[in-house]
């Protein structure tokens, strides 16, 4: 079976999306039956092309590695360039639109028009873009009921590690009584820097040297990036609608060396932490800095890594860890979900 995606936006999710399929995408073809064929590209910055019988994602790759563009996307019959992510999604013969552009932590704009016009056309999203499911999950699942197509999003709270996947199925059944996590990769590896001896704006160079946060660290670090991801798992996992407004939300960047010492002292470790608990008087959440104890099993996660607590009335408490971003790993997240789309599968 050929399934024809189309890519709205091409940095470091999307690119990993294709060097997977330049991997795999034979040995998907044979065990699961699916050939993914890229027919279009669309990236505000780095330019756009569209073959509607697909594009060769080597060709691609190579013009990506040369010129950090696709303006050197070799030319053929039916290649078309210059359309906007707008145009693509109408005019592209693409079955499911794979919004990869960057978060919007204020308003989840452009992702949020992409995924309308695109489930609006009857066509399936995957995105691991947490702005759209965070703010306006409600009207894109109702608008993808109403056209009969789909709309998955693993890759928006852990990367490629299934989280909201896991509660769909595996703990399925289970009335989930609370949700804690470390949500935030860049800000749980600046406080295990900060434990072995480094300043906060020392450990935040060195994520930025190493990858892990942006030049502008904002969202990371005062919490929005978590708080989005909150949302989304309160919204998704327990069905409560919650506004952003009334989640609580702080960072890490008043936390000192001092009260990294001192919580060693208490037998305890600082962690930004989201949490959600369902109560008599409904569903609460909120992020921030908390001391752990040593025993929780959030206490023991360090670097750049994620991890979440889902206490259940049945399964009682289970955790997962994993990498909560990555180029290889988010691409993962959107692969797993085309894959389960096709097949029918949550």
């Given at each position: 079976m050929v399934h024809k995606l189309a890519l709205i936006g091409f940095g470091t999710v999307g690119q990993g999306f294709v060097e997977i399929l330049l991997r795999r995408g034979a040995d998907i073809a044979r065990r699961h039956g699916i050939e993914f064929v890229v027919v279009a590209i669309s990236d505000a910055v780095k330019g756009s092309i569209y073959c509607p019988h697909g594009l060769d994602l080597a060709d691609v790759m190579t013009a990506m590695e040369e010129t950090g563009t696709l303006h050197h996307y070799p030319d053929g019959p039916l290649v078309i360039r210059g359309w906007d992510s707008l145009q693509t999604i109408r005019e592209s013969n693409a079955q499911t639109i794979l919004e990869a552009t960057v978060t919007n932590v204020r308003d989840g704009e452009p992702g949020l028009t992409h995924c309308r016009e695109a489930l609006s056309r009857g066509k399936n999203v995957v995105t691991t873009n947490k702005g759209p499911i965070?703010?306006?999950?409600?009207?894109?699942?109702?608008?993808?009921d109403r056209q009969q197509c789909r709309l998955l999003f693993e890759g928006t709270v852990m990367s490629g590690t299934p989280v909201l996947r896991l509660v769909n199925t595996a703990l399925v059944g289970n009335h989930i009584r609370s949700i804690r996590g470390i949500l935030n990769g860049t800000s749980n590896f600046i406080l295990?820097?900060?434990?072995?001896?480094?300043?906060?704006?020392?450990?935040?160079?060195?994520?930025?040297?190493?990858?892990?946060?942006?030049?502008?660290?904002?969202a990371d670090v005062d919490g929005w990036d978590a708080q989005l991801k909150t949302l989304i798992l309160a919204r998704t996992l327990l069905g409560a609608s919650i506004d952003r407004t009334a989640i609580p939300c702080k960072g890490i960047r008043t936390i000192s060396p001092r009260d990294i010492m001192a919580a060693k002292q208490r037998e305890t470790r600082f962690k930004l932490i989201a949490r959600i608990d369902a109560t008599s008087h409904g569903i609460r959440a909120s992020v921030g800095p908390e001391e752990v104890a040593l025993t929780d099993p959030l206490a023991g996660i360090a670097g750049a890594v994620n991890a979440i607590t889902f206490d259940g009335d049945l399964a009682g408490s289970v955790t997962v860890v994993g990498a909560g971003a990555g180029r290889v790993e988010t691409g993962y997240a959107l692969l797993v979900d085309c894959i389960n789309l096709v097949r029918g599968t949550i």
């Open positions: 965070a703010l306006a999950y409600d009207e894109l699942s109702q608008l993808a295990s820097q900060m434990e072995v001896g480094l300043t906060f704006d020392e450990a935040l160079q060195e994520a930025q040297r190493r990858g892990y946060a942006e030049a502008d660290p904002t």
